[in-house]
């Protein structure tokens, strides 16, 4: 299997280990701490799994207690809160090596009529076609793609390509506002499970959101000043959707302090409809400081 995509599929699909209990595997990584976008998705699916198929998810709530640690598998547990006859209700705990280090709420609803209305997008953008995938853009910069981001570039499972140019030094960032736009697509085909593309959003909620809060501060693509660490994160699903075609998230922060960063994301499709809110907060220690 080398399909990243294909490997994000198998990655949400849960071993189920006792009633309400499934274990997710943690890849082996070089990273610090497991990739939040991975512990929200797999809980999602856990929750997902103990509910009736005709309801799909509309909102989740969770935060980030303890770092999770790579290549050690994941246990969550589920709770039955609610099962009532237009929503249920699911709690869930992620536990790695007898301790909670993750917990999250879902709501789902089943679908009814009602009217509709939407603000429009805050700005037209180019087409996905248009733009330079990321490794494009750093090949042009530094001529040769240093190992380790094509190493990383490999194992996306999402294809990503940003609406404004890289910006590469702290003379580039000055006067930058606190916003970011990609489009992004899981670089493969996910099936038709409209949980999985679900999930996999969900993943993917997670890979770029801080950038609005970082683009004010530092050069997204330069040596890192702060440690970043998800904090919460909360999502509403207003329409369904595929992951695995294109998707615009464009994302903002309205305010970074006291060592946190606030940022906010909205999920369109090429018609311009919005199909996902999104919204988390982030934790920014300086280095070294």
């Not at 976008?37 to 103990?50: I, S, W």
């Not at 090596?97 to 180019?126: C, W, Y």
């Not at 190493?151 to 996306?156: K, L, N, Q, V």
């Not at 006067?175 to 099936?191: F, I, Q, T």
Request: glycine share 8%; net charge neutral.
């Amino acid at each position: 299997m080398t399909n990243p995509a294909e490997k994000l599929v198998d990655l949400l699909d849960l071993e189920q280990i006792e009633v309400n209990i499934f274990r997710g595997r943690s890849p082996q990584e070089s990273l610090q701490r497991v990739f939040g976008g991975q512990v929200a998705g797999q809980a999602l699916v856990a929750a997902g799994r103990t509910t009736e198929g005709d309801r799909p998810v509309h909102s989740l709530h969770a935060y980030f207690l303890r770092p999770g640690r790579p290549g050690v598998p994941i246990v969550y547990q589920v709770e039955r809160v609610r099962d009532g006859r237009s929503f249920t209700t699911r709690r869930v705990v992620a536990v790695q090596q007898g301790r909670t280090i993750f917990n999250l709420t879902a709501s789902f609803h089943k679908p009814e009529p009602g009217f509709d209305h939407q603000l429009p997008m805050r700005r037209a953008v180019p087409d996905p076609e248009e733009l330079p995938t990321v490794a494009e853009e750093v090949r042009e910069r530094l001529r040769d793609l240093p190992e380790g981001l094509e190493r990383m570039a490999r194992r996306m499972p999402f294809e990503i390509r940003y609406v404004d140019r890289l910006r590469w030094t702290p003379d580039e960032i000055e006067g930058a506002e606190a916003r970011s736009a990609v489009w992004m697509r899981a670089v493969g085909p996910l099936g038709d499970d409209p949980l999985v593309h679900t999930c996999a959003l969900t993943y993917a909620s997670d890979m770029t959101l801080l950038d609005a809060v970082r683009i004010p501060v530092e050069p997204l693509w330069g040596p890192r000043g702060f440690d970043m660490a998800s904090l919460d994160h909360a999502m509403w699903f207003h329409r369904p959707f595929r992951a695995d075609e294109w998707f615009l998230y464009d994302q903002e922060s309205p305010i970074a302090t006291g060592g946190r960063g606030l940022a906010r994301g909205r999920i369109y499709d090429r018609e311009g409809r919005l199909l996902v809110s999104v919204v988390q907060e982030g934790l920014f220690r300086k280095l070294g400081g």
